[in-house]
């Protein structure tokens, strides 16, 4: 049992004085059932069913005023509902970002390019399923995976689930990653750049727990070059980036009941900070109503939100995306290239490579971004 568990019964006994609504156990016993949702303890169950009585009454009054027109989302009692903001956040959100990044933009917008008015990479086939972190402190996992299974299937044609775990595991003390602890995207990517590679998930499975590093070059499923960072600040080069290059991994705050309650429409906090916390992925972006928003495929399970997406994070006012201090970005994934330099000897590997990264880049990318890498 977790410190916060320990917490909630500690407190419990003071929580009890304020009495249950009688008139929500049968709701109670149906949303325990509906998420099957079982407590150890009864001290357990007695705080957790006062703290979902707090987050029904606040999905039950902002869910009003969104009937009056007060918002632009709405709010449902998920899996989420029995936890705390702090709970959440210390288990589920645990994205690490350095107090001073050494700035290395390498993303170069063009302010003249005509961008579609809305992308939605699930459309392209470019986005795996959404998958249940559960309590690990594992999104910057999932969220570099996400962002380099798309970049392999834009290049292999091939989409295929990447290993979180491989991540947790193996990318650890030497990164600065801490596994269910928390972990830098940036990192992520490093390790996997240096690994040389990446296991998929089905040969290195979830377990969503910290593990023995059991990586295993024969069941490598991916590769990349290297990443790129979007300039500080600039929605318009995240939008570009999202329109002409993939998904990208982005860092928000995601320190709010409002956030992990959320279940549809285009999502506004006032509250939210540049604090940020919590790994995701932004898959495409688009216009509802008048109100620009940011697709954005979370870790939280189907459960959560849409289907899993907060499908409509406002642009304008949103939560710090594109304003946080770095957007990972995958360019070059090394498959193909991999798969020539099998077919020929070891004098000729470096030739080989480097005909096919150009090769790739000028095919994809077009001339200006491979004089810009290189």
């Known amino acids: 049992m977790n410190w916060l568990v320990w917490a909630l019964l500690l407190c419990s006994s003071a929580m009890a004085q304020e009495h249950r609504d009688p008139t929500l156990d049968h709701h109670w016993d149906l949303w325990k059932k509906t998420y099957g949702k079982q407590y150890k303890e009864k001290n357990e169950e007695v705080a957790r069913r006062l703290i979902w009585e ?101 290049k292999t044609g091939k989409l295929v689930s990447l290993s979180a775990q491989n991540l947790v595991d193996c990318s650890t003390a030497k990164y600065g990653n801490k ?11 490093q390790y996997i750049i240096d690994n040389n590679g990446i296991d998929s998930e089905a040969s290195y499975p979830y377990k969503a727990m910290d593990g023995k590093c059991q990586y295993d070059v024969k069941n490598r499923a991916a590769t990349c070059s290297r990443y790129i960072e979007l300039p500080f600040g600039s929605e318009e080069a995240l939008k570009e980036a999202v329109a002409n290059k993939g998904p990208v991994s982005v860092g928000i705050d995601a320190s709010h009941s409002s956030f992990f309650l959320y279940k549809t429409g285009v999502y506004y906090d006032p509250s939210c900070t540049q604090k940020v916390n919590h790994g ?26 849409d289907q899993g997406y907060i499908r409509k994070i406002g642009r304008e006012l949103s939560l710090n995306l594109g304003k946080q201090s770095f957007i990972p970005l995958i360019l070059l994934v090394r498959s193909q290239c991999q798969k020539e330099e099998s077919l020929v000897n070891r004098r000729s590997v470096y030739k080989t490579f480097f005909s096919c990264m150009f090769a790739e880049f000028f095919t994809t990318f077009k001339l200006k971004v491979a004089i810009l890498l290189f």
């Open 54 to 154: 707090k987050n029904l009454k606040t999905v039950t009054l902002h869910n009003l005023e969104h009937s009056m027109g007060m918002h632009s989302y709405e709010l449902g009692m998920n899996h989420l509902g029995d936890m705390t903001s702090e709970e959440v956040i210390s288990l589920m959100s645990s994205l690490r970002v350095p107090s001073q990044w050494p700035r290395n933009v390498t993303y170069k917008s063009d302010p003249n390019q005509k961008l579609p008015d809305s992308m939605d990479w699930r459309e392209k086939g470019c986005v795996t399923e959404v998958k249940y972190q559960g309590a690990c402190g594992s999104c910057w996992a999932f969220s570099a995976v996400g962002a380099l299974e798309a970049q392999v299937k834009l």
């Open 179 to 189: 596994g269910c602890n928390g972990g830098f995207m940036t990192e992520a990517f």
């Open 280 to 305: 995701v992925l932004v898959v495409g972006y688009g216009n509802l109503d008048g109100k620009d928003y940011w697709l954005v495929k979370n870790s939280w399970g189907l459960h959560f939100g």
